[in-house]
């Protein structure tokens, strides 16, 4: 049951972390412009966006497999919490400096990076449970 569970939300962080990275580099414009809060950062940065995207990606990679292979997991989804974790850690930074694009943060801030960061982190941490002794 627990590793069933950890299957479902890597696999589903994995699915968030493919559509956002996937728009993000096929589209990176159109992916600034759904996003409303964006538009408080200022104007898009098309190489930027396509960057960070190849990371999520690499991210949607990592977490796929751990999906796949939880015994594994820990070591395969150690580049999606790095990538993921300091990324939710930069935004939190910046709303604690009042950088944010909004005081607080915003939703994207909190549901689209905070979120899944502190969630793959915690994956990672979690996939430890299943190794082999």
Excluded: K
């Excluded at 909004?102 to 990076?113: I, Q």
């Amino acid at each position: 049951m627990e590793q069933t569970a950890f299957r479902v939300l890597a696999a589903l962080l994995g699915v968030f972390a493919f559509l956002n990275g996937g728009r993000m580099v096929a589209d990176p414009i159109g992916w600034f412009a759904s996003i409303p809060d964006l538009a408080l950062t200022g104007a898009a940065n098309t190489h930027l966006i396509r960057d960070v995207g190849a990371a999520y990606l690499a991210s949607a990679a990592g977490l796929g497999a751990a999906a796949l292979w939880p015994r594994i997991a820990a070591p395969l989804l150690l580049a999606p919490a790095v990538f993921m974790g300091g990324h939710a850690l930069a935004h939190l930074a910046d709303i604690a400096t009042g950088c944010a694009a909004a005081p607080g943060g915003t939703v994207t801030d909190w549901l689209g990076v905070v979120l899944p960061g502190v969630l793959t982190v915690a994956l990672c941490a979690w996939g430890l449970r299943f190794r082999r002794p």
